[in-house]
């Protein structure tokens, strides 16, 4: 008997072993559907998945590139643990982006960082000791606000602006 409804299917290859599925770290070799899954079987190392979801791409974590004009996220892009409020372009095909995060890619950066066009993190780390939420490039200079009080080791009151280049903190 037919189903009502079409259903998606889509073949997986496991990336992973099963049982290392159980581990605490987040996995960011993990894809995901853009929408409802209804169904889903594993045939040795092949998962079958069905449900309303038009494509299935990799987890990007709180920040990706979407490419134009099918929108799908750019690979590689860094993985990004925590929640992002700002990015802005760097001028050169990167990106500097700041929120709640601490690290991006496996690199430790505290609310601050810079992504390189290619998808690396870039050195620039000033790090802030809480929440950036708005971000604003003019020339050499990253202007940083949020609720943090210091801004790479320095005291900043909310407000800060940052060496586009080096990371350094400009002075008061």
Aim: aromatic share 10%.
């Amino acid at each position: 008997m037919a189903r009502p409804f079409a259903v998606v299917c889509v073949v997986l290859s496991l990336l992973v072993p099963l049982t290392a599925r159980a581990q605490v770290v987040v996995d960011t070799t993990t894809w995901m559907a853009n929408h409802n899954v209804r169904a889903l079987v594993q045939n040795g190392n092949t998962i079958y998945l069905g449900g309303s979801f038009t494509f299935v791409y990799p987890n990007t974590g709180s920040g990706a590139v979407l490419n134009f004009p099918d929108w799908r996220p750019t690979v590689p892009y860094p993985r990004i643990d925590g929640v992002v409020h700002a990015a802005v372009p760097d001028g050169a095909g990167g990106w500097y982006i700041g929120g709640t995060f601490t690290e991006v890619g496996g690199v430790a950066r505290s609310r601050l960082a810079r992504i390189n066009a290619n998808g690396t993190v870039s050195a620039w780390n000033p790090g802030a000791s809480s929440t950036v939420f708005c971000l604003a490039v003019s020339g050499n200079t990253v202007f940083v606000g949020g609720q943090f009080v210091t801004v790479g080791g320095q005291a900043r009151n909310r407000i800060a602006a940052v060496d586009a280049t080096s990371g350094v903190v400009t002075p008061t």
